[in-house]
């Protein structure tokens, strides 16, 4: 009986190798397959004949001969199946709808209505059922959600701990769960943020990331040796909650000087507040205004980027990423903040460290959680599939 458990496990193991060669390469021969994945030709065939029934894997034309008969190329099959993420932010919850290589096919933001979890939860769940009841028609259909949720997130999918939602203990992947008939899974926003841009942003040939996450805090998601880095309990990469002034302002998370009361977007917004205390100062009204050439508004962007150098420099110096990237709404204020940032961490990090560190803004901005979530989602469904 042994014997027959390791042979299925092994026949699970190649399968997944299979498709992890098709979905990276193709078009690609079964003959490619079985050079790069090191199995017979006759192991490949079989495989590839499942992949093909069940509708994850489909024949395309012929490639290049190599002397003998040309070859059928093989194509993975993108919308076989659909999933859901969604970014769930202090204000806002953006959804996507992704294919299962992460495209986006669908988005949309719907303002929170209230921020109590009762609330919340029922805005979810409407929004989940119109996405789920307008998805392209496909082989798997749905085939879950994933939400990326600010705070403290255990690996139940429970929020111990959202200061700025004002949530404790909230168990956000069960009550969702009980309503929802397809796989529900939730993590920290920052983390979800990470892989988003890991396997779909410009972190993809970064093995070692971080991703800043600045809204109305600020998170981090670590991706150590390509995988993400989660600490003990679970809870790594609060690092706006590391002291970058001794005696400084009172934070909600019961600090005080927390780098995120002064890089944060909210920072950002609340100093902007005080040159137009007639005006909603929204990030992009400051960056418009900057255009214009007011002079206050540069002033207000490049103070921030110093304020948000500061966090990197311990950033850079404790983990020594070769990347890091800054996401949400702030991403595209890179053209104003970066200089000021640029010089306070070039002259505050170790130059052995700084040297080897790309700084960056995310090109996926606000969308890098909500599709992060959804390939959470995609992940277990191919752990399922093969």
Not at 140 to 162: F, K, N, R
Not at 166 to 175: D, G, I
Not at 254 to 280: K, V
Not at 297 to 317: E, P, S, T
Request: aromatic share 6%; glycine share 10%; proline share 4%.
């Amino acid at each position: 009986m042994k014997l027959t458990g390791d042979q299925h496990m092994i026949k699970r193991i190649n399968k997944a190798i299979v498709l992890d060669i098709i979905k990276q390469d193709a078009p690609l021969s079964r003959a490619e397959i079985s050079v790069k994945s090191g199995l017979n030709k006759a192991t490949v065939s079989s495989l590839v004949a499942e992949l093909i029934d069940e509708h994850l894997v489909f024949e395309t034309g012929l490639g290049e001969s190599s002397g003998g008969r040309k070859p059928i190329m093989l194509l993975f099959n993108e919308k076989a199946g659909y999933a859901i993420g969604m970014d769930l932010g202090i204000e806002y919850l953006l959804t996507v709808v992704t294919d299962l290589s992460g495209q986006v096919v669908q988005q949309y933001e719907t303002r929170l209505k209230d921020k109590s979890p009762d609330s919340v939860i029922a805005q979810i769940l409407e929004v989940y059922e119109h996405t789920a009841q307008n998805l392209p028609p496909s082989p798997y259909g749905l085939i879950g959600l994933g939400i990326g949720a600010p705070g403290i997130v255990d690996s139940e999918g429970t929020i111990l701990s959202a200061p700025h939602l004002r949530w404790k203990k909230v168990p956000l992947q069960k009550r969702l769960a009980e309503a929802i008939p397809k796989p529900v899974l939730v993590d920290n926003e920052a983390n979800t943020g990470a892989l988003g841009e890991y396997r779909f942003g410009i972190g993809r040939q970064s093995s070692n990331l971080i991703f800043i996450s600045v809204g109305r805090g600020i998170g981090t998601g670590i991706i150590l040796n390509g995988q993400l880095y989660r600490g003990v309990t679970g809870f790594s990469g609060e690092m706006g909650h590391t002291t970058i002034r001794e005696n400084g302002q009172p934070c909600p998370c019961g600090n005080q000087g927390c780098w995120e009361l002064y890089a944060s977007e909210s920072a950002l917004l609340e100093h902007a507040a005080q040159h137009w205390p007639n005006e909603t100062v929204t990030v992009p009204l400051l960056l418009q205004k900057a255009e214009a050439g007011d002079d206050e508004a540069v002033q207000c962007l490049q103070q921030f980027g110093r304020d948000l150098g500061i966090g990197l420099v311990n950033i850079v110096n404790t983990f020594n990423p070769e990347k890091i990237i800054i996401g949400k709404q702030i991403a595209a204020a890179g053209k104003w903040i970066h200089p000021s940032l640029k010089q306070v961490v070039k002259s505050r990090s170790l130059s052995s460290h700084y040297n080897d560190v790309n700084i960056e803004y995310s090109a996926l901005e606000t969308k890098a959680s909500a599709i992060g979530a959804a390939s959470l989602a995609v992940q277990q469904f191919f752990m399922q599939a093969s």
